[in-house]
């Protein structure tokens, strides 16, 4: 390796070690101005009148058992370590969520080392896997929510043509925020956002620095004040089981199950499907859904080649 090459490494590692420390900083103080002090059971005689609400650094400290000097280094993005034992208790004094907690230790451990690979194109085999799901909408996603493929009853769900997209567009978060017809498709749009952006914020704690998130992100604060207020709010999501509402045009309302599956080997794939229950008759307007689309009876439209 040529010292150019030295050189550069050494460089990206430190900027992504300063995003990261940014990152924690940004989420300290959004989760202490979040606290109600009246809840911690310090004297609100001594707190006086708030400039800011929620909590004082020096009441985090005080109840944290952390020194102001450190919990204030942290604040500021400095370039030090707390141990296991000082961010357990920096997120009780937050009374930060198992979630919020996780994602406290992730920003404030080791230096990051760079980012992970992320899959562009969908792994092997995956493809198939979604057509044998049909008429089940299903699609593939890497851990950035770009979408890599799908199956007909996806499009037949989005009302949309994936294929005829831009690929930076193919992005579930892209389609939320830029595609009207999201807002009508989900009725419960504005929790939707909340979560899936969660989703990508916590995700950022893995990958500080990596080049699409970047992107995605900054096009995504850029154009949509939605995102950027949801953004900011650094609150946090995880993927768990659960119902969805949609108001489709063609077949009208549904509640549909869904889940997200790890493809094992790949560089974080998942695929993302949704289901009706048994015996419901959203399973009947699925079928009629894809039996109607414009599509006809192929087996797919998986991303073109």
């Known amino acids: 390796m040529c010292r150019t090459d030295i050189r550069g490494g050494i460089y990206g590692m430190a900027k992504r070690d300063e995003l990261r420390r940014k990152e924690l900083a940004d989420f300290l103080r959004s ?28 009441e985090v400290a005080q109840i944290s058992g952390v020194s102001l000097t450190w919990y204030t280094w942290l604040e500021q993005g400095r370039d030090i370590n707390a141990s296991e034992q000082v961010l357990n208790s920096i997120a009780k004094a937050l009374r930060l969520s198992p979630v919020e907690q996780a994602h406290l230790f992730r920003l404030a451990g080791e230096k990051a080392k760079g980012p992970a690979a992320v899959e562009t194109e969908s792994p092997l085999h995956v493809q198939e896997l979604l057509d044998l799901l049909n008429p089940n909408p299903a699609y593939a996603i890497n851990r950035f929510f770009d979408i890599l493929a799908w199956n007909r009853a996806e499009e037949a769900l989005l009302h949309l043509t994936l ?6 567009q193919r992005n579930v978060i892209w389609l939320l ?43 995504l604060r850029a154009g949509f004040p939605e995102f950027e207020r949801l953004w900011r709010s650094h609150e946090l999501g995880s993927f768990t089981p659960a119902e969805r509402r949609f108001n489709h045009p063609k077949v009208g309302s549904m509640r549909l199950l869904f889940m997200k599956l790890a493809v094992e080997g790949s560089e974080g794939c998942s695929v993302v499907t949704h289901f009706a229950a048994p015996d419901s008759p959203e399973r009947e307007l699925l079928a009629r859904l894809v039996a109607t689309s414009p599509t006809g009876g192929d087996a797919h439209l998986g991303p073109p080649s």
Request: charged share 35%.
């Open 163 to 168: 294929a005829e997209l831009p690929k930076a």
């Open 31 to 58: 989760r202490r101005r979040r606290v109600d002090p009246s809840v911690t059971g310090l004297p609100l005689a001594s707190s006086g009148r708030r400039r800011m609400p929620g909590l004082r650094r020096e």
């Open 177 to 219: 925020f830029n595609d009207p017809r999201a807002r009508d498709l989900l009725p419960d749009w504005e929790s939707e956002a909340r979560w899936l952006v969660g989703i990508l914020r916590a995700e950022s704690a893995h990958q500080p620095g990596a080049p699409r998130l970047i992107e995605l992100v900054d096009e």
